[in-house]
Every structure is written in C-alpha cells, then in structure tokens.
C-alpha cells in the first residue's frame, strides 16, 4: 500500500524553483511519484503527513561529518581516549542525534580504527537509528600529512585517524586492507598543516603527483572512490592530475588553481562550518584568544578563495567536520548552507542542492539527495520557508519530521550521554601560573 505526503512547499533538491506540492508517493520506502500543482489525491490514500503551509525538501546530506571523533575538544581525545568498543557504541548514539538533526545522510571521511564500517552496517541492520553512511577508514597519511599528529619518538597509534605510508608499497598495502575490511571509499591526507612546518600558517603537499596516483588507481581497481584532504593548493592539483574523485577544503588554492579545479569537475567539499564557528564563537567553546585570531585570518582568506571557486563554476558540497566539540553531531549541520548564501554568494536554492544533490555524490547520488521517482523517501519536513530565511534548518524547533526510507523518525530529544573522565585529555590546567599572576610586582616608591 502507498503512503503520501501531500500539501506545502516542494523544494526537490535538483535546484529547480519550489513549487506547490500536490503529493509526494511513497512505496516500500522508495518514492514513486511526485505530483505538484492541483492534482487531487486519489481516493482511499494513506496520509503520512499534511505539510500544508511547510517546506518539503530532501533530507540534508553532510559530506564531512566524522562519527568516531566524539566531540573532540583536542587531537589527543580524537586519537588516545577511550577503547574501540565504547568509541564504536558512542558513535552510534551520536548518529542518532545527527539523524534527527534533519541529516539523512552522511559521509565519513576517516576515523579510529573500522568504526564508521561497523555503525554503517550496524544502522543498516535495523539495530540502531541513524543516517545512511558511507565511510572511509584511517586517512592514507605521510610524516607531512595531517593526521600524523604526534611527535615522531612517539610515532602513529593505532587508535589514531591516521595510518602513517612511507613508500608506495605501504599505501597499496593500506588501500587493500581498508577495501578488504568494508570500506566505501580512500581517504588520503593529501596537505599537511603542522606548525613545525608551516609556522606561520599554511599548507603543505604530502605526497607526490606519482604517489597520489598510485593510491587513486589501485582505489579504482578495487572498485572504490577516493577523497582527498587537501588544503594545500599545490596539493588539489596533484589531486587532480592523480585522478582523485572529490577534494575537501581547498582553502589555500591560487586563483589560478581555483580555475583548474573548475575545468576538472572535481567536487569541493570546504568544510567552512568548522572554521566559522571557531572564528564566531571559539571563545564560548573555550578556544584560546590566539587560535581564534588565527582561524579569523584563515576564514577571511578562505572565504576569498572560495569566492572565486565559486564564480569560476567549481561545484560545492555542504560538509561541516562534525564531530569536533566545536562543531558538536546533531548542531551545526546545516550552517554550512548559510555561508554559502551570506559569505559566498549563492543563492538559497543553489545551496540547499550543495546539501542535497551536490552532497549525494559523496554518499550514493544514484538513490538519496533529490525527491524524485526511485529514490530513497529520505524527506525533510520544515515550518517555514528555507528561501526566504536559510537559517531556519539550522533550529531544531523548525524540524517539523524527518523521514527515512519513508518511516518517520521520532525527533524526541534523548537524555544527554555523560562524558567519563576517561574520554578527555587528561590536562592538569589551562594556563601556566607564573608568580607575578599571584603576586603582582610592588611598584617602588
């Protein structure tokens, strides 16, 4: 038996103009049909829901949303605390906030261990709520990639999000475990950005051209995808010329570069929600004055680049980095729509397809992102009009329903998980305390 939801604002993701829903079709959890205008509703039909007076649009799609990070307040908490077994049951609890955050889907660029491989199948199962996954494993890292955090006395860790490749032998080695163990798709930490090497800031490439495209090809031979970290712009050419099938960030790209990512068709995920909230209200977050300061200037340079990537044609995917306690799962996933129409230049519409359509190549563009015949029943349901105000799907209180696979996902907020001391860096203070700060200097007489 068919379900329909009928009635409101249709917005489908493909980003063609809204139009008057007259019923969206439901079967066995797959659209049939979408009606629009005033078609009247066949006889004896099972209502799921009257949007009369909302928006109807596609579930949201974060393309850089990392379940295993468990809101990291620091890079040690990302990679030392707390086991396999409890990141791995954290992250699904945590997939449930994102969910019924309006996120139906999402895609997993790296993380500890397999954990995003196992809350994946785990949610495919039916054993818990939470959005359509596709995941990569560790990063594909170089000692001048990010994700080798650590000094090098101390060396890779294997609860870390990166897995450290010397030589090309250890990358097709890594590509090949990752595949044999479920992976969707590579993730290759093509820039790195530590301050012993770039201490004024900045970004340097990791690998080289012939190394990238080593990776890229076995990937394809296996029958997967791959994405690239990559901030340095030399590095989103090296990308390019690799064969690698969607970059993220891109923020230190030349105009010149910007234009070749264009012509490429290459994807760009910037991930600009991560940066923003830091720039904004890093300080609420605990952030210290100077990294704010720092991520001001970065966001302001970035913003011009992306300006121009953004005239030049390059096509934007909507990814937040969630999983950091400074972009927390299930708050921020659909801010990265309101930079694009407010710091970018797009318009509401073309934005709302970055998080939708646009993202849907990251996860599965053949079954989510639009709300057309044949796809997923993944629909956002919203008090309001997105056009009018992008800014609405960032409220909870807007979220009106959210459907998956055409069953509606119950929004009721859940207790909040307590945090173990286990789970945090284990910090013994967050300043030093020099003697003066106790007793200031006597002025002399």
């Known amino acids: 038996m068919a379900d329909y939801i009928v009635n409101g604002r249709l917005i489908d993701g493909t980003g063609a103009a809204a139009a008057p829903l007259a019923w969206l079709k439901i079967e066995e959890g797959r659209i049939v049909e979408v009606a629009t205008g005033a078609a009247k509703l066949p006889d004896g039909s099972n209502v799921l829901l009257d949007a009369a007076g909302m928006t109807v649009m596609p579930g949201l799609i974060d393309a850089h949303c990392h379940l295993s990070y468990g809101d990291a ?35 997993d660029p790296g993380g500890s261990w397999n954990i995003g491989v196992a809350v994946r199948d785990a949610i495919k199962a039916g054993m ?36 450290l490749t010397h030589n090309c032998e250890d990358m097709l080695t890594e590509v090949r475990r990752q595949v044999k163990n479920g992976v969707d798709f590579i993730k290759v930490a093509a820039s790195g950005e530590s301050p012993m090497m770039t201490p004024g800031g900045g970004s340097v490439p990791a690998f080289t051209r012939g190394e990238l495209a080593v990776i890229a090809d076995e990937t394809h031979r296996l029958g997967r995808r791959v994405a690239a970290h990559a901030r340095s712009g030399v590095a989103v050419i090296d990308c390019i010329d690799a064969g690698i099938d969607w970059i993220m960030h891109g923020d230190y790209m030349t105009p010149q570069q910007c234009d070749r990512l264009a012509e490429s068709a290459i994807p760009l995920c910037p991930t600009l929600t991560f940066l923003a909230n830091t720039a904004d209200w890093g300080l609420l977050a605990g952030c210290s004055p100077a990294r704010v300061e720092r991520v001001k ?9 992306l300006r121009h990537a953004h005239k030049a044609g390059v096509k ?39 998080a939708t359509k646009n993202a849907s190549f990251a996860v599965d563009s053949a079954n989510v992102g639009t709300l057309q015949a044949g796809k997923w029943a993944d629909v956002l349901v919203v008090d309001g009009n997105p056009l009018d105000d992008i800014r609405i799907l960032q409220r909870k209180t807007s979220i009106h329903a959210v459907f998956q696979g055409g069953e509606r996902v119950d929004l009721a907020p859940k207790k909040p998980a307590q945090k173990w001391a286990w789970e945090r860096a284990m910090s013994i203070s967050g300043h030093e305390l020099p003697y003066e700060a106790v007793y200031p200097p006597v002025p002399a007489p």
Not at 93 to 106: E, I
Not at 135 to 150: E, I, M, N, P, Q
Not at 297 to 305: M, V
């Open 73 to 107: 307040r620091s890079i040690e908490e990302q990679d030392l605390y707390a086991s396999a077994e409890y990141r791995a049951l954290r992250s699904a609890w945590h997939a449930g906030k994102v969910l019924r955050a309006g996120v139906t889907s999402v895609s």
């Open 297 to 305: 200037r970065n966001y302001e340079t970035a913003l011009e680049t």
């Open 316 to 354: 934007f995917m909507c990814g937040t980095d969630s999983g950091f306690a400074i972009t927390p799962f299930g708050e921020w996933h659909a801010r990265e729509m309101e930079i694009f129409v407010e710091q970018i230049g797009m318009s509401p519409l073309e934005a709302i397809s970055c």
């Open 128 to 163: 818990y709520e939470g959005p359509r996954i596709a995941t990569a494993g560790r990063y594909l890292t170089t000692s001048t990639g990010l994700a080798d955090y650590f000094p090098s006395w101390v060396g890779g860790v294997p609860s870390g999000v990166g897995a």
